[in-house]
């Protein structure tokens, strides 16, 4: 067996209610405490070494919104409520944060390369949003949020110089 594959006994004592919280704790793809530490202590390891790539950061960010992910599916199959503006946050959320974890820039280059890849996706999420409030109602779960916040950011972009040139105008 090589090292990277041995596997060695761990041992520590631990409060009752982290006890507790460990034993109730869901994790995907492991039923035991021991193998929730294994996947635990391995999360923990990929983000101490920076290790995370796009992709995996993606999956760790859609695991740390699991749980409310999984309440609005349950609360949608209840009662049919759904909401494309939750939606859309928790797909930017999950997405910008990926970028963030997944980059460690080493020049200005690279940096200004993850704040365009970050900006674009913002505003992506702007125009979702401001998607939301050409309709009467939003679809969301409070129909009116986004006519209740949208008021300033109209007020900016109606006062934002067009370049010559543009075809917005």
């Known amino acids: ?33 021991s193998d929730k530490l294994r996947v635990l202590l391995g999360q923990l390891k990929r983000q101490h070494d920076g290790a995370f790539d796009y992709a995996a950061a993606h999956a760790w960010a859609r695991d740390l919104t699991g749980q409310l992910r999984e309440s609005l599916v349950v609360m949608e199959g209840q009662g049919g409520a759904h909401s494309e503006v939750l939606g859309a946050i928790l797909d930017h959320t999950t ?23 970050l900006v674009r996706r913002s505003f992506t999420l702007c125009e979702a949003l401001l998607r939301q409030a050409i309709t009467a109602s939003a679809a969301a779960y409070d129909p009116e949020v986004i006519r209740r916040h949208v008021a300033n950011t109209i007020e900016l972009a109606s006062n934002l110089p ?5 075809s917005n105008g």
């Open 1 to 33: 067996m090589s090292q990277a594959t041995s596997m060695e006994p761990l041992s520590a004592r631990i409060p009752g209610d982290l006890y507790l919280w460990l034993a109730q704790l869901r994790v995907e793809g492991a039923t035991t405490n």
């Open 95 to 117: 997405a910008a944060l990926a970028l963030i974890v997944s980059h460690a820039p080493k020049d200005s280059g690279q940096a200004a390369l993850l704040e365009d890849a």
């Open 162 to 166: 067009l370049k010559k040139g543009s």
